[in-house]
């Protein structure tokens, strides 16, 4: 029996091990159910960034903010800027997929059809960079966001955690530091600026406004009273 169950043993070790890097997500995902998080893996490595390149003026800026103390309009901003399915879908959205596959394939280059559950998995677990590794990885823990979490504490995280300009995360940070106000105060234009710098929260700026930012958060203000106002997202 003896010679029997050392086999036993290591097998059931080796499972284990194995089992490691799929239980370790889901450990990390029903954590931030209920705590709030200190920090993300994006701010994380901006401070690995700022230490490394000796940036001595560098000072990260994150203010968590429960989702009721946020200008409804923020969210809906967002909502209508980066994931208008948000509402509706299960963490994909099956025709942006496709259409960026599709693009890869013409171009050769690795593009992203991102949800807000997407990204708020990216942010808060991952490491910038385009990779297919990191888009697997990224995959999974959208999955078990989507399956662990409510659609509003997803949507409360990604608030949070989103970075809107070099060093500043979230929207109290960025609702303090561009307009001198809380997020709780935002209106419709600013709400719409902040969410208009996302695809390049370094490149541009909410206030004052470049042409870019100032075009695209119009274009957002008309998308957010074609989805109907904050009522949009009463049901999450």
Sequence with gaps: MRPA????????????????????PVLQVL?????????????LDRRWQAWREAEAGFALDYRWVPLQRVAPELPLALVAAED???PQHAGFDRAAIEAALEGNREGGRLRGASTISQQT???????????????????????????????????ELYVNV??????????EAAAQRFFGKPASAL??????????????????????????????????????????????????
């Excluded at 954590?31 to 701010?43: G, K, L």
């Excluded at 991952?126 to 659609?151: D, I, M, N, Q």
């Design 121 to 155: 998995a990216k942010n808060l677990f991952l490491w910038p960079g385009r990779s297919w590794l990191r888009k697997g990885l990224e995959a999974w823990y959208t999955v078990l966001l989507e399956l662990l979490l409510p659609k509003r504490r997803i949507l």
């Design 5 to 24: 169950s050392r086999p036993r043993r290591w097998f059931r070790r080796l499972l284990l091990l194995a089992l490691v890097p799929l239980l370790g």
């Design 84 to 86: 208008q399915l948000f």
């Design 187 to 236: 209106g419709a234009r600013e709400s719409a600026r902040l969410a208009a710098v996302l695809p390049n929260p370094k490149r541009y700026i909410a206030q004052p406004p470049g042409d870019y930012v100032r075009e695209r958060s119009a274009w957002i203000e008309r998308q957010m009273r074609q989805l109907g106002g904050p009522a949009y997202l009463d049901g999450l």
């Design 162 to 171: 989103a970075e809107f300009g070099d060093g500043i995360y979230g929207a």
């Design 31 to 43: 954590a931030v159910r209920w705590i709030d998080p200190p920090t993300s893996a994006f701010m």
